[in-house]
């Protein structure tokens, strides 16, 4: 069984400050996970991965992820917020490829992000 | 670059009627998964196909089925509509044997069961 942990369900940000939507997942296995973005009335909008490799990876719009393995966490952090950024957002997780069963994403229950200008 | 395509967007429908939802993949995408989002849920997985052939299931109700045909489009039927049903459902596509390839999602379909 895969889970996807998002522990706040609003986060409030100024814009121009630093943001961080924090995600925590279990999986059995090695985990491929995601950010998604969801504008109000509009579907859902792939912002970044990690597969493998460096912990560190960069996505869409400025945003980048940390994986942290031994703490399986995966938060969203961004330098400078902006107003346009509001949005949910979702972390999603599935098992690692494997060349047999099927890699339904698992979705956390979504973090509303607000910039206040 | 081409996207997922759903529809119909929009679709009104009254309790116990059927519904059906069309969706087609990115070119050349071989997986279709659909999930369902409740308001203020989060996506849920219903099912998944691969080449044509069921690849996985999920919380999907005994009342849906679904299925994808030879040019790799898939159709959720919906039948004895409930209200409960009411929600946004998604369809994803993707490569199968391309490990790590993120989904692709469409816009989605907006069902409101009155």
């Known amino acids: 069984a895969q889970s996807v942990a998002q522990p706040e369900d609003q986060v409030n940000v100024a814009e121009g400050n630093p943001l961080t939507v924090k995600c925590t997942y279990s999986?059995?296995?090695?985990?491929?996970l995601f950010w998604y973005v969801q504008y109000p009335n509009r579907g859902l909008q792939f912002l970044l991965k990690y597969i493998t490799g460096d912990n560190l990876v960069k996505g869409s719009y400025g945003f980048e992820a940390e994986f942290n393995k031994s703490q399986t966490s995966f938060h969203l952090k961004k330098p400078s917020a902006l107003v346009s950024d509001s949005a949910l957002y979702f972390c999603?997780?599935?098992?690692?490829?494997?060349?047999?069963?099927?890699?339904?994403?698992?979705f956390g229950k979504g973090t509303k992000l607000s910039v206040i200008p | 670059a081409a996207g997922v395509i759903q529809s119909p967007r929009h679709l009104i429908k009254e309790k116990r009627e059927t519904a059906t939802l069309k969706c087609y993949p990115i070119p050349r995408h071989d997986t279709v998964y659909w999930y369902q989002q409740g308001p203020g849920q989060d996506p849920q997985f219903l099912i998944s196909?691969?080449?044509?052939?069921?690849?996985d299931k999920g919380s999907i109700p005994d009342r849906f089925s679904a299925q994808q045909f030879s040019d790799y489009h898939s159709e959720l039927n919906m039948s004895s509509l409930e209200l409960g049903d009411s929600a946004l459902y998604f369809c994803?596509?993707?490569?199968?044997?391309?490990?790590?390839?993120?989904?692709?999602f469409g816009p989605g379909t907006r069902l409101t069961v009155t």
């Open positions: 196909f691969y080449e044509k052939m069921q690849s």
């Open positions: 994803a596509s993707s490569l199968w044997d391309r490990a790590g390839y993120e989904q692709y």
């Open positions: 999603a997780v599935r098992v690692a490829y494997s060349g047999a069963g099927s890699y339904q994403l698992t």
């Open positions: 999986v059995s296995g090695n985990p491929y």
